[in-house]
C-alpha cells in the first residue's frame, strides 16, 4: 500500500509539474494582473506597508457612509495622517485637502477609484443588471455562480427580503438562460446535466437567529426561509450553493443542509452545494461527515462540494486571539496549501456520491486537482474549478482554453451591502504570502509549483 501511494504521488507530481507549465503559458499575453483595474500604485504600496493598508482599508469600509466629495477628502486624510511614513504619490493627496476645492477634487478621485475597485469585483447591484457579465462569460466558456452580498441580518424582515432576493435572482437567470448558447462542457457530467443556473446563498442572511449558544433555534428560522428557496430552484432546474462564513456557524450550516436535503420533496433535486474551507483545522473532519452523509443518502443529484482556502483568517484569528484561545485556523499559509491539497484528493476520491469544485487562484492547487484526477482516470468534465472574479480572470481563460469546467464566483450587490467581501478581496490581493502576490512579484514558475 505504501508503495502505491509514493507511486501516485511521483506521478501526480510529475503531471503536476507538466500541466502547471501548461496553463501558465496559456496565460493571456498580459499576464496574471489581477491589479490591472485597481488604482495600481496604491495597492502597490499598500501591499508593502501594513499601517498604510490599514489605514486605505478603513477609508474604504467608510465610504458608502460618506456624504458628500469633502466627507470624503476629510475621511482619507484623517485616516493618512495616522501613517507615519507617506509617500510621495499621497503626501500630495494630503496637500490638496487643505482647500475646499482641493478636497472636492480629492474626494472625487477617491469615490472613483473606490467605485473601480468595487466594480472589479461585483458585477452589478442586481441579478438583471449583472446578466451582460454573466452571459459574456459563458460565451467565453466560463459558468458563473452568482453571489447575493449580504452576510448578517439583524430583523426578520431584513432576512425575509433577502429570501425573496434569492427567488428573484433565481427566477431572473432562469428567464436569461435559455438564450444563451450551448456550452457541452459546462452543461453535464458524466453523472448527468448540470444546470446552467447557479446561486450562492448565506444561512447568516437567511436568519437573524443564528448563534452558536442556540443553534436549533437560528437552523429552523433558515429553514423556513431556505425550504422555498430550494423548492423554487427546482422547479426552476437551478442548483443553490450554500456558502460557509465563520467558523461558529459551520456545524449550524451542515445541519440545515444535511436536514433540508434529505427531505421527501427535496430528494430528486434541486441541485445543491457546501463550501470546505481548507484553512479550518478541524476541516478534515467536516469532509469526512459530508462523505458519510452522501454515501449514506439515497439523494440525487449529488452534492456539489466547493474546496476553498477560506476568506475570514483575519476575523478568526483576532477573536480566538481575544479569548485566549487557539485560533481555529491554520496560521501558517503553507499549513493550509497543504491541507487543500489533502481534502482535493480526498473529495476527488469521494466521486461519484459528491461533486467536486476546487476554488483556488494558486496554480500549484489547481493544477494539483487537475493532475489528480487525470491519475484516477476521470475525464476534465468530472472536476470544476473555480475562480472568484476580478482574481482570476486570466486563470479562468488559461483553463477554458484547455477545455476544463470553469466557473467564475460573481458577486451581486450595492457597494454597501459588498463593503465587507471588498475588503477580504483586498487583502488577499495584497498579502504578502499571497500567490497573487508572488505571481505578481514574478516569482518564477517553479518556485509557484513547489509542495507546501
Given amino acids: 500500500m505504501e508503495a502505491e501511494l509514493q507511486r501516485v504521488g511521483r506521478a501526480v507530481e510529475a503531471e503536476l509539474q507538466r500541466i502547471g507549465r501548461l496553463i501558465h503559458a496559456a496565460f493571456p499575453g498580459r499576464g496574471l494582473n489581477p491589479l490591472r483595474a485597481l488604482d495600481h500604485k496604491a495597492m502597490e504600496l499598500a501591499s508593502q506597508d501594513m499601517e498604510l493598508r490599514a489605514a486605505l482599508f478603513r477609508f474604504v469600509d467608510v465610504t458608502p457612509a460618506c456624504r458628500s466629495l469633502d466627507d470624503l477628502a476629510r475621511h482619507l486624510t484623517g485616516y493618512l495622517d495616522e501613517v507615519d511614513a507617506r509617500p510621495p504619490p499621497l503626501e500630495a493627496a ?16 477617491a469615490a472613483a477609484g473606490v467605485r473601480r475597485m468595487a466594480h472589479r469585483f461585483i458585477v452589478g447591484e442586481t441579478p438583471r443588471a449583472a446578466l451582460r457579465s454573466i452571459r459574456d462569460l459563458w460565451e467565453h466558456g466560463a459558468a458563473v455562480s452568482l453571489d447575493l452580498l449580504g452576510e448578517t441580518t439583524v430583523t426578520e424582515a431584513e432576512a425575509d427580503h433577502y429570501a425573496a432576493r434569492c427567488v428573484d435572482a433565481l427566477e431572473t437567470l432562469a428567464a436569461a438562460a435559455p438564450r444563451w448558447p450551448g456550452r457541452p462542457v459546462l452543461e453535464a457530467d458524466s453523472l448527468g446535466p448540470l444546470p446552467r443556473v447557479n446561486l450562492s446563498a448565506k444561512v447568516s442572511a437567511l436568519t437573524p437567529l443564528l448563534r452558536p ?15 422555498p428557496v430550494l423548492a423554487r430552484a427546482k422547479e426552476l432546474g437551478a442548483h443553490l450553493h450554500i456558502d460557509m462564513e465563520s467558523v461558529d456557524t459551520q456545524e449550524a450550516t451542515l445541519d440545515l443542509v444535511f436536514e433540508l436535503l434529505d427531505e421527501p420533496e427535496l430528494r430528486d433535486g434541486p441541485s445543491a452545494g457546501i463550501v470546505i474551507q481548507a484553512y479550518l483545522r478541524e476541516s478534515p473532519e467536516q469532509l469526512e461527515r459530508v462523505i458519510d452523509w452522501a454515501r449514506g443518502t439515497g439523494r440525487r443529484p449529488p452534492l456539489v462540494v466547493r474546496l476553498v482556502k477560506g476568506a475570514y483568517w483575519d476575523q478568526e484569528v483576532v477573536e480566538a486571539r481575544q479569548h485566549g484561545w487557539t485560533p481555529p485556523v491554520f496560521e501558517a499559509k503553507r499549513e493550509s496549501d497543504r491541507n487543500f491539497e489533502v481534502l482535493t484528493r480526498r473529495l476527488l476520491e469521494s466521486w461519484p456520491y459528491l461533486r467536486p469544485a476546487i476554488a483556488s487562484h494558486n496554480l500549484r492547487s489547481v493544477a494539483h486537482a487537475v493532475a489528480y484526477n487525470r491519475e484516477l482516470g476521470r475525464e476534465h468534465r468530472e472536476l470544476e474549478l473555480q475562480v472568484l472574479r476580478g482574481l482570476g480572470d486570466d486563470l479562468a481563460a488559461a483553463l477554458t482554453q484547455h477545455g476544463m469546467r470553469v466557473r467564475v464566483y460573481c458577486p451581486v450587490g450595492d457597494l454597501v451591502a459588498g463593503m465587507a467581501y471588498l475588503v477580504r478581496r483586498l487583502l488577499e490581493n495584497t498579502a504578502n504570502e499571497s500567490f497573487l502576490g508572488e505571481q505578481q512579484r514574478g516569482t518564477p514558475i517553479e518556485e509557484l509549483l513547489a509542495a507546501p
Fill in 213 to 227: 449558544e442556540a443553534p436549533e433555534l437560528g437552523r429552523e428560522d433558515a429553514a423556513r426561509r431556505m425550504r
Fill in 94 to 109: 494630503m496637500k490638496m485637502s487643505g482647500t475646499k476645492a482641493g478636497r472636492a477634487a480629492l474626494g472625487a478621485a
